[in-house]
């Protein structure tokens, strides 16, 4: 909010003393009100007067008259509002002014008026940037939380919390295609944490996901699901069957499953895979993940460094069990 004039009012609505103005040019001793501000600002000001009260109004755009009355001459404010939130200032401004003005009614208007004012814009200033500065600090800490949300924090690849909104994006781009989602749990991971700490073994999981994101494939969602697990939904298929998904395994181990290299020290590297096609097997993506976890339990429990296809005749008997 920002204070464009204070000045007393004589009886003809001609402006008789300036106590506050932004620039010189604008407001001039003598000048009519009607002349500078419009016969709207004149009824506000003849408005205070026949009331005894304080009266506001707004002029044009985001311009406010408001008319403080003394007597037959009046104490006009011209206030400009940067914005529509400025309107709750303006109108502690004017509370303000009022406890003011109760205080000072009759007395003569001069200096110590605009001072006060002064003051209350002032407190209202910096309650405003005190403001503006949480808004700002929260404004990034929503950015933050939003983009933790949206990438894994370790690895950079999309997140549990996004992996849905992702794949079916996915889905809408290529409706009519088809799609398969496999589950990757790394073997013999806890080996790793166990032998050589925690930092290495984040470094691990790191090195995997950069494989991961160097994976030639055009249209695929990269994902971690948790700890040691990871996911890819490869979509955009013109056709799948056995010769594919050989073919996708093949491609899998010689881009990835390759030792990892820290600290001098050649750490090997080894996945179980699960694969649920979408369509085939599941149409709800939480579904078709579910589906692919349990192929790949198939594939650890028998043999490990494998990959095995989503069977629902072999589910539902285990799930019978």
């Known amino acids: 909010m920002l204070i464009k004039c204070i000045c007393q009012v004589d009886v003809s609505n001609k402006i008789s003393e300036i106590i506050y103005r932004i620039n010189e040019t ?14 709207e600002a004149t009824s506000v000001i003849e408005l205070s007067r026949v009331h005894k009260d304080i009266e506001q109004k707004r002029i044009k755009d985001m311009t406010y008259v408001v008319s403080i009355p003394n007597k037959e001459e009046a104490l006009v404010m011209v206030l ?64 933050l939380l939003s983009s933790r949300l949206i990438k894994d924090p370790l690895t950079d690849l999309v997140s549990r919390y996004q992996y849905a909104d992702e794949i079916e994006g996915a889905i809408n781009r290529f409706p009519d295609d088809a799609a398969f989602f496999a589950f990757i749990d790394i073997d013999n991971f806890k080996a790793v944490n166990d032998t050589y700490g925690h930092r290495i073994g984040d470094q691990y999981l790191i090195e995997f996901a950069n494989r991961l994101k160097k994976l ?3 249209n695929v969602v990269k994902l971690r699901i948790s700890g ?16 594919y998904f050989d073919m996708f395994w093949h491609m899998f181990q010689d881009n990835i499953l390759y030792p990892i290299t820290l600290e001098n020290v050649d750490l090997s590297l080894e996945v179980s895979l699960g694969i649920a096609q979408y369509k085939t097997d599941a149409i709800h993506i939480n579904e078709m993940i579910d589906y692919a976890d349990f192929a790949m339990y198939l594939a650890k429990h028998s043999g490990k460094n494998k990959y095995c296809l989503f069977n629902k005749e072999e589910y539902l008997s285990r799930k019978e069990k």
């Not at 407001?27 to 002349?35: I, L």
């Not at 529509?84 to 003011?100: A, K, P, T, W, Y």
């Open 80 to 143: 400009e509002l940067c914005e529509e939130q400025g309107i709750n200032e303006m109108v502690l401004l004017l509370s303000s002014i009022r406890d003011f003005y109760d205080k000072f009614k009759g007395n003569t208007y001069n200096t110590l008026v605009f001072e006060e004012i002064q003051k209350l814009n002032n407190e209202l200033v910096n309650k405003n940037r005190e403001i503006a500065k949480i808004s700002h600090k929260l404004k990034n800490m929503n950015e």
């Open 228 to 243: 040691d697990e990871f996911g890819l939904f490869v979509y955009g298929i013109d056709k799948l069957d056995s010769i």
């Open 26 to 39: 604008s407001f001039q001793k003598d000048d009519s009100v009607t002349d500078i501000l419009g016969e």
């Open 216 to 218: 030639p494939l055009s």
